[in-house]
């Protein structure tokens, strides 16, 4: 499929046959629907980087990202809105890029990789650490 706008993406993720989310360099993720003519459904803000991973969340109707800014973030498919901002005060220093995650099976846990090698396991509910 021919999404019509040259754009750099960087992620991709699925969640049925017909809806696909995508995180891209202009920091924002799209949601698409292969129904619609090569128009993004919706467009998702928050990131002040690069949308480096995307992901849907277990019932498919939220979906996380990581991005350059050091943050993750869960967004509502249904709504439009930013539900929840996960970021880890990195004191003086920048914030090392989210380079991956991936939800438990319940969704309860989001696992984030970042480009410094650390891993943090956050509560989706609580925005804390969960463990490292």
Request: overall charge negative.
């Amino acid at each position: 499929m021919c999404i019509g706008e040259a754009r750099d993406d960087v992620s991709i993720s699925g969640s049925n046959s017909r809806m696909f989310v995508s995180g891209s360099c202009d920091a924002t993720a799209r949601l698409w629907d292969t129904r619609a003519a090569s128009r993004a459904v919706r467009t998702f803000h928050g990131h002040e980087g690069d949308v480096n991973t995307v992901r849907f969340f277990p019932d498919g109707n939220r979906f996380g990202t990581g991005s350059d800014d050091g943050t993750c973030r869960l967004f509502d498919i249904r709504t439009g809105h930013q539900l929840q901002v996960y970021y880890q005060e990195h004191g003086d220093n920048e914030a090392p890029h989210v380079t991956s995650i991936a939800f438990s099976i319940s969704g309860r846990l989001l696992f984030a990789g970042y480009s410094n090698g650390d891993c943090y396991v956050w509560d989706t509910l609580l925005a804390k650490v969960y463990g490292s």
